[in-house]
């Protein structure tokens, strides 16, 4: 046979104990007023339920308990009667007398057959206090966090404090958060993405920049001969008729070397062009009207590496 029980509470309190304190607490926990929970308190041993599996009971007594209210849990086999937590009947003059009643009730029980019909009565009325059970212990009502009883689904949890309109806050904040998070995330490819489209044009750029700066050396030389050509009236043919040295050099030109007429060959190095041979850019000057002029559209330099004034716009 399976064991009922009551969770009873009484009005022993702790000297240390504030009462008010804890009839706001039972009042939170069972949602009735402050005036009903005090009512609690008063008496020595009040019922707060009937009926429960030992499970279901330890978890009222556990609830309770937490409010600092003194709890009990008495078998039904052995309780007395108590005081229930809710208000009793109202008294019929027509019913019949405490002794008489009783003598009727046990003669009725004692003289009566056992029947299909009882059986299923009392089957009924077992079923229906198991469902009220599952009802008040329903997992919705259960602390997710110490599995405490509560009032209600949006009550606080008066064991732990869990406050499940908080849990929503923070389920919300989780959301933003990782919302943020994915446009973040998106943000960072779409900048990848648009680095490794433009670094080859950067490299490019950084490469002309880096020439263009080397080959001021091989104006340089240019306007030299030009001011050689202009003051002897002759085109050298070799550096050292132009008073030039014959090792002319920097990061990006490997040589400068003057040959016949005054043509200057500018060689390139591959390294600093990023390519596997050498290129060149050739200079050669013209006297036109006592001023010499210079075509560098010779060479084998990529047009798109030249100077702009030496693009060929014939070459791809």
């Not at 009735?32 to 041993?45: N, V």
């Not at 937490?66 to 019913?95: F, M, W, Y």
């Not at 070799?238 to 490997?254: F, R, W």
Request: proline residues 5%; aromatic residues 6%.
């Amino acid at each position: 046979m399976v064991n009922s029980f009551q969770v009873v509470i009484t009005n022993q309190l702790k000297p240390d104990q504030d009462k008010n304190l804890i009839t706001e607490k039972l009042a939170i926990l069972f949602k009735i007023d402050a005036q009903k929970a005090a009512q609690l308190l008063i008496k020595p041993r009040t019922v707060i339920k009937d009926n429960l599996d030992e499970a279901t009971a330890r978890k009222y007594l556990a609830a309770i308990q937490q409010t600092g209210a003194h709890c009990e849990l008495i078998n039904t086999q052995d309780a007395v009667d108590l005081p229930q937590i809710v208000d009793p009947p109202k008294s019929d003059s027509r019913a019949p007398q405490p002794g008489a009643g009783t003598r009727a009730s046990a003669h009725t029980h004692q003289d009566a057959p056992l029947s299909l019909v009882a059986r299923e009565e009392k089957t009924e009325k077992e079923t229906r206090e198991k469902l009220l059970t599952l009802r008040d212990a329903s997992d919705a009502t259960l602390c997710p966090d110490c599995g405490t009883i509560r009032g209600s689904v949006d009550a606080i949890c008066l064991h732990c404090g869990y406050n499940p309109f908080e849990f929503e806050s923070q389920q919300a904040s989780s959301g933003s958060k990782k919302s943020f998070l994915i446009a973040g995330v998106i943000l960072l490819l779409l900048f990848s993405i648009g680095a490794i489209v433009a670094l080859p044009h950067i490299q490019k750029f950084m490469l002309q920049h880096k020439i263009n700066q080397d080959l001021a050396l091989a104006f340089d030389i240019r306007n030299q001969v030009s001011e050689f050509i202009v003051t002897t009236s002759f085109f050298p043919n070799q550096n050292i008729d132009a008073n030039l040295p014959n090792d002319i050099s920097n990061d990006t030109i490997e040589s400068i070397i003057v040959s016949d007429n005054g043509v200057l060959t500018v060689t390139l190095r591959a390294e600093a062009l990023k390519e596997q041979e050498s290129q060149t850019l050739i200079f050669v000057p013209r006297a036109v009207k006592g001023v010499i002029a210079w075509n560098c559209l010779g060479g084998t330099l990529r047009n798109d590496l030249r100077p702009e004034f030496c693009r060929n716009s014939l070459s791809q």
